[in-house]
């Protein structure tokens, strides 16, 4: 009897050791459970991810001919060079300010001083490496265009010139064209265009 | 009865905890070191990718603005990977037949994107928006390392969290001139705290709220 008894506790010492066993490993498997990625990598999209949901692999969609951006909408009085009669504009549709013009200098050397040179001779890095050489701003061509010329280009391209309306907001567009208006100026400006009392000052500069 | 121990038992005992001791130092250290490694934070791997985009020549070498490719970086969150578009405005006509530029030109004929390699990925439970960091004086150089001297684009810090918050608990450490802040080749001049002060002020930098909870986490 007392041995029966014996080999009963063994037995359930035994499956008890067993429990606790797959109860140790459990918890390590929990503890392990902490590892997974779900908040780092959550199901959604975010810009530019890719989608197999889509056949083009894209999760962005893209937008159907002649949207226009709620941004756009509101500065649309500034979109197109074109008077209604289809001649190019003259006078740009924004204030011409200092502001403006320094807008300009700075969008310029980003998007364009790359090709044309911070001059606008047209003898930027890119063309040095074998892109076509752009006209130089001094061109008694491009003198005379009317304003809504470099805007209009500038949106659409011309000839190797890819289009840049993605890149550059209406508003840019005008502050460029004003600044390469400020680019030929300088080109043919001489001393007399200085006012007296800062000639002092320029010329000490030029050295 | 004789001895169950000899007299050497003492000494292995005494060793052994300290053995005991120094193991579990010696994980923590490996734990620590593997966290912070390269392995783990990628930075400094240059990674793979469908065309070998170097940074170094095109910023560099061609003098190309961060803003002529990542357009976004002003006014989004996003900082922007330049489509197609951008790359074939230059390549439509120089390097045009390099077997290299395959994958952009097919991209191009095929209108299909080309799939980078994401070289910068925050967790998703963080909100970032590069347009405010972009417009308070900090430049992309601070986060991404020299961009302007990779050869291939890798990592320039670990975006961990206590990274972050080391610039956001100090960041008159950090920020600069508005005019630097696409400045690849700018350095923390030697009076930066006073500098930085000076600035925090000037872009309007109210530090009371850039280590709450939500700033990020939103």
Request: charged content about 20%; aromatic content about 10%; glycine content about 6%.
């Amino acid at each position: 009897m007392m041995k029966d008894e014996c080999r009963m506790t063994n037995a359930m010492f035994a499956r008890l050791r067993r429990v606790r066993v797959i109860l140790h490993s459990a918890f390590i498997l929990l503890l392990f459970s902490a590892c997974r990625q779900g908040m780092y990598n959550q199901a959604k999209q975010k810009p530019l991810s890719q989608s197999d949901f889509f056949s083009d692999g894209a999760s962005a969609r893209p937008l159907p001919l002649h949207t226009i951006s709620r941004e756009s909408a509101s500065t649309d009085a500034l979109i197109g060079a074109t008077n209604p009669d289809g001649t190019l504009v003259t006078k740009p549709p924004v204030p011409l300010t200092k502001e403006l013009l320094y807008r300009g200098k700075e969008r310029f050397e980003i998007y364009c001083a790359v090709c044309h040179d911070r001059t606008g001779s047209g003898n930027g890095m890119i063309v040095q490496r074998g892109f076509p050489h752009p006209p130089a701003f001094t061109e008694t061509r491009l003198r005379n265009a009317p304003i809504g010329h470099f805007y209009d280009v500038i949106t659409n391209g011309y000839g190797a010139m890819y289009p840049y309306a993605a890149r550059v907001e209406p508003r840019d567009r005008w502050a460029i064209a004003a600044y390469i208006r400020a680019l030929q100026l300088s080109r043919s400006g001489t001393i007399n265009d200085v006012p007296t009392d800062q000639r002092a000052e320029l010329e000490s500069q030029v050295q | 009865m004789p001895q169950i121990f000899s007299r050497r038992a003492n000494t292995i005992a005494r060793l052994s905890i300290i053995l005991i001791v120094l193991f579990f130092i010696a994980l923590g250290w490996l734990g620590y070191a593997g966290f912070w490694s390269s392995y783990t934070t990628m930075v400094n791997v240059p990674l793979t990718q469908p065309v070998p985009f170097s940074h170094k020549h095109h910023v560099t070498d061609d003098g190309i603005d961060c803003r002529y490719c990542h357009t976004g970086v002003e006014n989004a969150r996003f900082a922007g990977v330049p489509p197609t578009e951008t790359c074939m405005t230059c390549h439509s006509q120089i390097f045009r037949d390099a077997p290299m530029l395959e994958p952009v030109r097919a991209s191009l004929r095929e209108n299909v994107p080309i799939r980078w390699n994401r070289v910068n990925d925050l967790p998703d439970f963080v909100y970032f928006d590069h347009s405010i960091h972009v417009q308070k004086g900090i430049g992309c150089s601070t986060c991404h390392g020299p961009v302007d001297q990779m050869p291939l684009t890798w990592k320039g810090e670990s975006l961990y969290m206590k990274w972050c918050l080391d610039c956001h608990r100090a960041p008159q450490n950090f920020v600069r001139e508005n005019s630097d802040v696409f400045n690849m080749r700018w350095h923390a001049p030697s009076d930066q705290k006073v500098r930085g002060a000076q600035l925090l002020i000037a872009h309007h930098i109210e530090t009371e709220h850039l280590t709450d909870c939500s700033t990020c986490h939103r």
